[in-house]
């Protein structure tokens, strides 16, 4: 029998929504110029808008042509290109899917992608389940399920039961798509492939550690989405913040394969002490940029915030009473991702008395985004008879010029065809970080105050210095500069 039917098809849920038009078809264009999909992936867009297929591949061809990332390989590209409308609710657009997809011998390889709201996340899984089309007879059914995986513990717990009614974990792919940017993935190289960092990766010579992810952007275009199941401790923290700290934190795994560097990270999340609600303050911040009340699609009143900062202290041999800082928000006076690493003091100011009274600590800085960059942070004698210091900066770029930094969607989009899950999410990962926010969540919620307001622009608001234990410690607010601090008091 002839099976005039392809290897396998990504059919994308929400194909006229904003992740499937700014991220998705991006990236499975770019994996197609680059020669990774092999010539008959097929490509599904599911959406309620009744296009027929032309109209959607013109809308496609105009949203790529528009990008830096047009090239010649459109045409090609548009060929792979069809289009199901149909609601999500409906029977009968599931049976027409399985048309799509094919029966018997010739069905195909599949990768449903979720990309509509989470509330439809249980409905398109039973719609493909009762319309048998996540049984594995005839070759494999995977589900990407974007964040967020529920919107707290409890809901996180109850989409894994449905889900897991109808799928196995080797079929679902919980996505958080910070952990597949290039940056994101150097933290293990930078850790592993080194020597140098590993004696002093502990609490024996770090003081504290912090993971920054700031916007100059706001919520226009999600407003009240993100103001009924956002805020920056569910949007960030819960998911793209701890798997920093996790990647940062954990112990070498056996292999890079998925389930050692998964048990590695939820051992992580786990030795994660519960944050101290009864002294909240002093363990965590939220606040909201000023203004925010008034944009279109915000609930009048609204508490939710829009900067968060929290403390965290993973106790376990390696990291007890090394405080992790972790900060997120919008609206705020520069776009920059990175992780700051203060290193203890040495055991003697063995300059003391000379013009050198203080002798700075050094810093490991990584960049996440915009700069890709590693950066050390050491004390250095100021040339000249006086005994003084200054810091410099041994600073590093991690790509050549002219070396193309992919998106975090085109690795993971592959890694799904590949059938390789490590950067994503294990159900236990996803249960643990919520176990983490979950109760500072809840004590903001019972707080009858508003959050605290921060002008846009700014660094954000002043109380996120009040979460340091120790008065010589402050937010690094930007990557280092050389010569920048004299050491001279
Ligand atoms: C998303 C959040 O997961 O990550 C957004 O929902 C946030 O609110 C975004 O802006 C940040 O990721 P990136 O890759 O755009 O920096």
């Known amino acids: 029998m002839s099976c005039a039917t392809e290897s396998h098809a990504y059919v994308i849920f929400g194909a006229t929504g904003n992740l499937a038009t700014v991220k998705l078809l991006p990236a499975l264009y770019q994996l197609h110029c680059l020669g990774y999909l092999a010539a008959d992936v097929k490509i599904l867009g599911c959406g309620r808008t009744p296009h027929q297929r032309d109209d959607w591949r013109d809308q496609v ?3 790529l042509a528009s990008g830096t990332n047009a090239g010649s390989c459109l045409e090609g590209f548009f060929q792979r290109l069809d289009y199901l409308a149909g609601s999500l609710e409906d029977a009968a657009f599931y049976q027409a899917l399985g048309t799509w997809i094919g029966t018997g011998e010739c069905a195909r390889n599949v990768i449903f992608y979720l990309s509509v709201s989470p509330e439809l996340y249980v409905r398109v899984t039973m719609g493909l389940a009762q319309a048998g089309l996540l049984a594995e007879r005839n ?41 597949g940017k290039e940056s994101v993935q150097n933290l293990l190289v930078l850790r592993f492939a080194n020597m140098i960092l590993e004696p002093l ?19 226009d275009g999600r407003a009240s989405y993100y103001d009924r199941h956002g805020g920056a401790a569910r949007d960030m923290i819960q998911s793209h913040l701890l798997q920093v700290l996790a990647l940062l934190a954990m112990e070498p795994p056996v292999s890079l ?4 560097l998964r048990d590695e990270k939820v051992k992580v999340l786990r030795s994660i002490r519960p944050v101290d609600v009864s002294q909240l303050a002093s363990h965590a911040v939220r606040a909201q940029y000023a203004g925010y009340q008034m944009e279109a699609g915000i609930a009048p ?47 003697m100011q063995l300059f003391q008395g000379t013009g050198a009274a203080i002798v700075h ?24 008879a006086e005994t003084r210091t200054r810091q410099i900066v041994m600073d590093a770029s991690v790509g050549n010029p002219g070396e193309r930094k992919a998106d975090a969607y085109e690795e993971l989009l592959l890694d799904v065809i590949e059938g390789n899950r490590a950067l994503f999410l294990r159900y236990d ?15 903001w919620a019972d707080d009858e105050h508003p959050p605290l307001q921060y002008p846009v622009g700014s660094l954000g608001p002043k109380a996120a210095n009040q979460i340091f234990d120790q008065a010589d410690q402050e937010w690094r607010q930007t990557l280092g500069c050389n010569g920048k601090a004299d050491g001279k008091s």
């Open 429 to 443: 990962e996803v249960k643990a970080a919520w176990s983490i926010v979950d109760p500072v969540m809840r004590a």
């Open 61 to 63: 061809r105009k949203m």
């Open 301 to 347: 009143g609204s508490h939710t915030e829009t900067y968060a900062a929290l403390k965290l202290y993973v106790d376990n041999w390696r990291w007890r009473d090394v405080p992790f800082y972790l900060r997120t928000g919008k609206s705020l006076k520069e776009r920059r991702s990175m992780v700051a690493v203060r290193f203890r003091e040495p055991p």
């Open 257 to 260: 394969e998925a389930e050692s």
């Open 361 to 384: 600590p050094n810093w490991l800085l990584i960049g996440i985004q915009p700069d890709d960059v590693v950066q050390m942070e050491i004390s250095a004698k100021v040339p000249g």
């Open 201 to 219: 990766w502990n609490r024996h010579y770090i003081d504290h550690v912090q993971i920054t992810h700031a916007e100059t952007v706001g919520v």
């Open 139 to 179: 070759g494999w059914r995977r589900m990407v399920v974007e964040k967020p995986f529920g919107h707290d513990l409890q809901s996180a717990r109850d989409l894994q039961h449905e889900l897991k009614a109808h799928l196995s974990e080797e079929q679902i792919y919980r996505i958080d798509h910070y952990v």
